[in-house]
């Protein structure tokens, strides 16, 4: 597989904000606060490799490698579901709870869109396991949802290409949120700037 290829566990990164994609994705920042800690924590199990039988009818695979060489994207699936009918269904674990900014379906449609390539069978839907709340979220692979996951692929690749770092995100709001907060500096950035 070409080096060139992009993670696919970085897009829904991207899509939080482009500028921490480059912060963790170019510069290998990472804030281990208790946050992350739990989520590398909750997502061992998943990521040993191997399968196993749990719902009637129902094979787990654990850990499945993934490529797409038509968005030239690469990763991993926590989960793929594969059902006695041959559907199949991949599935995310995520830290926390299901967050109000949609970012973590379009890494998950990105598994799918690699499990398409890879099969040639159409997959519809597949789910993010939310650690925070214990719940399980499906998420349905719509026309929308496909071509946003594309754009970002895209907009991701032009990104690296263009080699800056990309602005504070407009969204501020997101950044309450984010674990580089003290790395990126959004606010002092801003005061400095309105400076006359
Ligand atoms: S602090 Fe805000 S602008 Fe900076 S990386 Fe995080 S979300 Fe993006």
Known sequence: MNDDYLPLSYINQFAYCPRRFWYMYVQGEMVENAHVLRGVLNHERAHTPGYETT???VTVHRRVYVYSHALRVTGFCDLLEEYADGRLAPVEY???RQGKWHN?????CAQALCLEEMTGKSIEQGAIFYFGSRRRVDVHFTPQ???RTGQLITEMAHLLARGEIPPHTEHRKRCQGCSLIDICLPDETAQLQSRP
């Open 55 to 57: 719902a009637p009818g």
């Open 145 to 147: 949802l496909r071509l």
């Open 94 to 96: 995520k830290q926390g």
């Open 104 to 108: 973590d379906e379009a890494q998950l």
